[in-house]
């Protein structure tokens, strides 16, 4: 399988293994599959109950034309398919896409699926990160889940994560690779205005993953997050 090189900031490098055209292949099916279920079991519906009109319409038009996009976007980057492949969708590097670029890939379907004869497979088989035209537009991957996190990283140059080591802040897990670096960066670069970006970057962070934070002082928050994010990182290797 091709192997899709991340690299956030001075200390942390990840490889995923990027889908095979087969597994996402697979999940497509699956996927249709499933929506076929749904329209099977909408008719028997629809001939018991009789009903008509708009509302037949809309309950058969709205999971074929948004499934692929509701799905991804509430259940980070996975259809139902690409959950029994354990396979999904995320930025280039390796951040959680945004509602854009979810949007992206899906308008792009229209020219990469079986309407225009599949040429999001062409191109997959011709690009080593196995992108589909709409992937490469909203600059994303599908990678294997399970690979996410393989990190390699030094580790006697943490010599905080220690066995005994006790995360402090479970949410620290959820952040991205790349929010992660941008906290970094912060806490390593002291000039001008030092204590104030802290401060406002402090606050974001407690109140985007509503954490109640244990620190008085910023700069110390926001290290033990960084810790915390690393350690949960370690555990998956």
């Given at each position: 399988?091709?192997?899709?090189?991340?690299?956030?900031?001075?200390?942390?490098?990840?490889?995923?293994?990027?889908?095979?055209?087969?597994?996402?292949?697979?999940?497509?099916?699956?996927?249709?599959?499933?929506?076929?279920?749904?329209?099977?079991?909408?008719?028997?519906?629809?001939?018991?109950?009789?009903?008509?009109?708009?509302?037949?319409?809309?309950?058969?038009?709205?999971?074929?034309?948004?499934?692929?996009?509701?799905?991804?976007?509430?259940?980070q980057g996975q259809t139902l398919g690409k959950m029994v492949l354990n396979i999904r969708v995320v930025k280039m590097d390796g951040s959680m896409p945004t509602l854009g670029a979810y949007l992206m890939r899906w308008m792009?379907?229209?020219?990469?699926?079986?309407?225009?004869?599949?040429?999001?497979?062409?191109?997959?088989?011709?690009?080593?990160?196995?992108?589909?035209?709409?992937?490469?537009?909203?600059?994303?991957?599908?990678?294997?889940?399970?690979?996410?996190?393989?990190?390699?990283?030094?580790?006697?140059?943490?010599?905080?994560?220690?066995?005994?080591?006790?995360?402090?802040?479970?949410?620290?897990?959820?952040?991205?690779?790349?929010?992660?670096?941008?906290?970094?960066?912060?806490?390593?670069?002291?000039?001008?205005?030092?204590?104030?970006?802290?401060?406002?970057?402090?606050?974001?962070?407690?109140?985007?993953?509503?954490?109640?934070?244990?620190?008085?002082?910023?700069?110390?928050?926001?290290?033990?997050?960084?810790?915390?994010?690393?350690?949960?990182?370690?555990?998956?290797?």
């Amino acid at each position: 399988m091709a192997e899709s090189g991340i690299i956030t900031g001075q200390y942390v490098r990840i490889q995923p293994t990027v889908a095979s055209v087969g597994d996402r292949i697979f999940a497509q099916l699956i996927d249709w599959g499933v929506l076929l279920a749904y329209i099977a079991l909408l008719t028997w519906f629809v001939v018991e109950t009789n009903i008509s009109g708009w509302v037949v319409a809309t309950l058969y038009l709205f999971p074929l034309l948004f499934y692929t996009l509701i799905c991804e976007v509430l259940n980070q980057g996975q259809t139902l398919g690409k959950m029994v492949l354990n396979i999904r969708v995320v930025k280039m590097d390796g951040s959680m896409p945004t509602l854009g670029a979810y949007l992206m890939r899906w308008m792009l379907w229209l020219i990469d699926g079986p309407a225009t004869s599949f040429v999001g497979l062409v191109a997959m088989i011709l690009n080593r990160n196995n992108q589909r035209l709409g992937d490469m537009a909203a600059g994303t991957v599908v990678i294997k889940k399970q690979k996410y996190k393989k990190i390699q990283i030094s580790l006697d140059e943490y010599d905080y994560l220690a066995k005994n080591y006790t995360p402090r802040y479970p949410q620290a897990s959820d952040l991205s690779l790349e929010q992660i670096e941008i906290i970094t960066r912060a806490i390593s670069t002291q000039r001008d205005g030092f204590d104030l970006r802290l401060n406002q970057l402090a606050k974001k962070v407690q109140q985007k993953f509503n954490i109640e934070r244990k620190e008085a002082n910023d700069l110390a928050f926001l290290q033990r997050v960084v810790r915390d994010y690393q350690y949960y990182a370690l555990e998956e290797i």
